[in-house]
């Protein structure tokens, strides 16, 4: 079984601020990680994801995540955000086998303040 | 293209009602999913479907059912609603199995209220 943790349910950061989102999983498998981004009122859109090679990934609005695996995290940061960055984040864990799902956690509500 | 469509948006259900919620996509993707977003829970799977004709539980399945007689379209239908049934439910899709890492894409919600 696989579980996400996200361990801060809000975040809140001025303009400009350099911003850190944590994720924690657990699985007995090597898994893929992803971050889903919701702004208000939509749905969930893929922001990045990490499947193999270099652990660092990036998107294109900025964010990056970096895979650590004896530390089991997915973190995601970006060196300065902009109030546009308002949203709802969610770390998402998939196993290449077995069930075709994503488990997600509980998501962080970034609030960027200007 | 219009990806992943999911409707009503809205809804307002008595307790005991039941309803369906419709989720089309127009990308030919074999998996299709429901899930299920409460607050400081993130989304739980309810039901999954690989293909045509066949469909599976997830974490979250009691008091829904669904069916995929065709790849475009998977409803979750509401059996007898409940007020714990009320949530934001989302239809995903996406290529192939599991095991690429296929992105997959979201609806935009349906938001439901059980009174």
């Known amino acids: 079984a696989q579980s996400v943790t996200q361990l801060d349910s809000q975040v809140p950061v001025f303009e400009e601020a350099p911003v850190e989102l944590r994720c924690n999983y657990s699985?007995?498998?090597?898994?893929?990680l992803f971050w889903y981004v919701q702004y208000p009122n939509q749905g969930l859109q893929l922001l990045l994801k990490?499947?193999?090679?270099?652990?660092l990934v990036e998107s294109i609005n900025g964010f990056e995540a970096e895979f650590n695996k004896s530390q089991t995290s997915f973190h995601l940061r970006k060196p300065s955000v902009h109030i546009s960055d308002t949203a709802e984040y969610f770390c998402?864990?998939?196993?290449?086998?077995?069930?075709?799902?994503?488990?997600f956690g509980s998501g962080t509500r970034l609030q960027v303040q200007p | 293209n219009a990806g992943v469509t999911q409707t009503p948006k809205f809804q307002v259900l008595k307790t005991g009602q039941s309803m369906t919620l419709q989720c089309a996509q127009d990308?030919?993707?074999?998996?299709m999913s429901w899930y299920r977003q409460d607050p400081g829970m993130g989304l739980r799977l309810i039901h999954y479907?690989?293909?045509?004709?066949?469909?599976d539980q997830g974490e979250v399945p009691n008091g829904y059912n669904v069916s995929r007689s065709t790849t475009e379209d998977f409803p979750l239908r509401l059996l007898s609603a409940a007020p714990s049934q009320t949530s934001v439910y989302f239809c995903?899709?996406?290529?192939?199995?599991?095991?690429?890492?296929?992105?997959?894409?979201f609806g935009e919600g349906s938001w439901l209220t059980v009174v």
């Open positions: 995903a899709s996406s290529y192939g199995d599991g095991g690429s890492g296929n992105t997959i894409y």
């Open positions: 990490y499947l193999s090679g270099s652990t």
């Open positions: 479907s690989v293909g045509a004709g066949i469909t």
């Open positions: 990308m030919n993707h074999e998996y």
């Open positions: 998402a864990v998939k196993s290449p086998t077995g069930r075709r799902a994503l488990t």
């Open positions: 699985s007995s498998v090597s898994v893929y």
